[in-house]
């Protein structure tokens, strides 16, 4: 197995509680696909009845043909679940992997306790983060957090960002620098951070692009309800 698939399989893990099967539980969603050029990574829930999480499966690694076909697949996932669950949301986007070399960008101070006053005004919601513990790292200006960026998903070796500009300061390019501060905060704690974000985030897609990001493989999750964990 490569390193880059056992990151992966670290990041999935870090992202959603599992059984001790590697089955998802819990708020996870009924479905999750990686996806890389020459790798697929298939969970399911616990939830779903075996033969259905087979039949997933088997359509998620089975050979692709042309590219125009792809559809049919989200389809069949979808046709499947329709039978033992009720499909309420769908995420589907690129995964983004950080270059070796990461610039320390101007005019970012890592967050913590001590200045957690920073956000306040704009982006209160990411206190909360701060006082879990999460590590977190923000572009001032004006005296304030203008963009956050901060770790919503962990392990040991794997981080995952959540990033929030002020709608003030968006569009100037303050997201691009709290990722990549981030990112050597996580660097710094020995572990590999991942920016995701879903395909119609034209903006999350800038910050990728701006920071010279590596996409790496293609995320699809879907969310719901089964007639079990109704109480069915």
Request: charge should be negative; hydrophobic fraction near 45%; proline fraction near 4%.
């Amino acid at each position: 197995m490569s390193v880059e698939r056992q990151q992966l399989d670290q990041l999935i893990d870090a992202m959603f509680s599992h059984d001790e099967r590697g089955r998802l539980t819990g708020a996870a969603p009924l479905l999750h696909i990686v996806r890389t050029t020459d790798d697929v990574i298939c969970r399911c829930h616990s939830d779903l009845p075996n033969v259905t999480s087979a039949q997933i499966e088997a359509v998620a690694v089975s050979p692709r043909g042309r590219h125009t076909k792809w559809a049919e697949d989200y389809a069949r996932y979808l046709s499947l679940l329709a039978e033992v669950a009720g499909v309420t949301a769908i995420r589907a986007g690129p995964l983004f992997r950080f270059p070796e070399v990461i610039a320390n960008p101007p005019g970012c101070v890592e967050i913590d306790a001590g200045n957690a006053g920073l956000l306040m005004g704009s982006l209160d919601e990411w206190v909360e983060d701060v006082e879990n513990g999460a590590l977190m790292a923000a572009a001032l200006e004006d005296g304030r957090a203008a963009s956050v960026c901060a770790t919503v998903r962990a392990n040991a070796t794997v981080h995952c960002a959540g990033v929030e500009t002020a709608q003030d300061y968006r569009g100037r390019g303050f997201a691009a620098r709290a990722v990549a501060a981030w990112a050597g905060l996580v660097r710094a704690d020995g572990a590999e951070p991942y920016y995701a974000t879903t395909f119609d985030n034209v903006a999350s897609q800038r910050v990728a692009h701006r920071l010279g990001l590596r996409p790496i493989a293609s995320e699809f999750s879907l969310y719901g309800e089964t007639p079990l964990s109704n109480g069915g």
